[in-house]
T-cell receptor, first 111, second 114 residues
Framework: QKEVEQNSGPLSVPEGAIASLNCTYSDRGSQSFFWYRQYSGKSPELIMFIYSNGDKEDGRFTAQLNKASQYVSLLIRDSQPSDSATYLCAVLLRSARQLTFGSGTQLTVLP | DTEVTQTPKHLVMGMTNKKSLKCEQHMGHRAMYWYKQKAKKPPELMFVYSYEKLSINESVPSRFSPECPNSSLLNLHLHALQPEDSALYLC?????????????FGEGSRLTVL
């Protein structure tokens, strides 16, 4: 079992829809969770982080964390073509002390 | 504009060459990182420097040699690389090196080894 798992996609949604990106992790004691966005040919950019169970909202982005089920998700409301990118889930595993990245989900928002 | 600057943006080298990648940050961060990223893969951690000292070396081959001359600069010296080392090399910084996932990445140096 991989330590951090994401559906690789590709995930396609129409413009204006909600895009839902999911991530599961293996280390139950992990405390910190991050979402990075990476446009094609560019470097990753931190867009959200969440430490506590529940939802955290920032503009059109909502991060959701459920530690009991060991999953974290990212919702993008009113998706725009400019949201088309690869989204990397990253977890600060208790065992690793450094970030562990998932393999990324490629999102395409269709005009 | 990114606050982590990497040079060069592109580099082509032969297997016998010696070259260096450079990274600079002016955010006062105390930790700096080198990552390697292959196409359609996540970044892989190579090295972590904290307060200018090497804190983590993820069993990287000795043909990659990191150097941290001061708290703002990070170099990666390359020697006798293999074609499979072709990748995007990302520098990142963070306020601290332990227990943090808030990384600020540079734009990367795309390396091609012939």
């Amino acid at each position: 079992q991989k330590e951090v798992e994401q559906n690789s996609g590709p995930l396609s949604v129409p413009e204006g829809a909600i895009a839902s990106l999911n991530c599961t992790y293996s280390d139950r004691g992990s405390q910190s969770f991050f979402w990075y966005r990476q446009y094609s040919g560019k470097s990753p950019e931190l867009i959200m982080f969440i430490y506590s169970n529940g939802d955290k909202e920032d503009g059109r982005f909502t991060a959701q964390l459920n530690k009991a089920s060991q999953y974290v998700s990212l919702l993008i409301r009113d998706s725009q073509p400019s949201d088309s990118a690869t989204y990397l889930c990253a977890v600060l595993l208790r065992s690793a002390r450094q970030l562990t990245f998932g393999s990324g989900t490629q999102l395409t928002v269709l005009p | 504009d990114t606050e982590v600057t990497q040079t060069p943006k592109h580099l082509v080298m032969g297997m016998t060459n010696k070259k260096s990648l450079k990274c600079e940050q002016h955010m006062g961060h105390r930790a700096m990182y080198w990552y390697k990223q292959k196409a359609k893969k996540p970044p892989e951690l190579m090295f972590v420097y904290s307060y200018e000292k090497l804190s983590i070396n993820e069993s990287v081959p000795s043909r990659f040699s990191p150097e941290c001359p001061n708290s703002s600069l990070l170099n990666l010296h390359l020697h006798a690389l293999q074609p499979e080392d072709s990748a995007l090399y990302l520098c990142a910084s963070s306020p601290s090196w332990r227990d943090t996932g808030e990384l600020f990445f540079g734009e990367g140096s795309r390396l091609t080894v012939l």
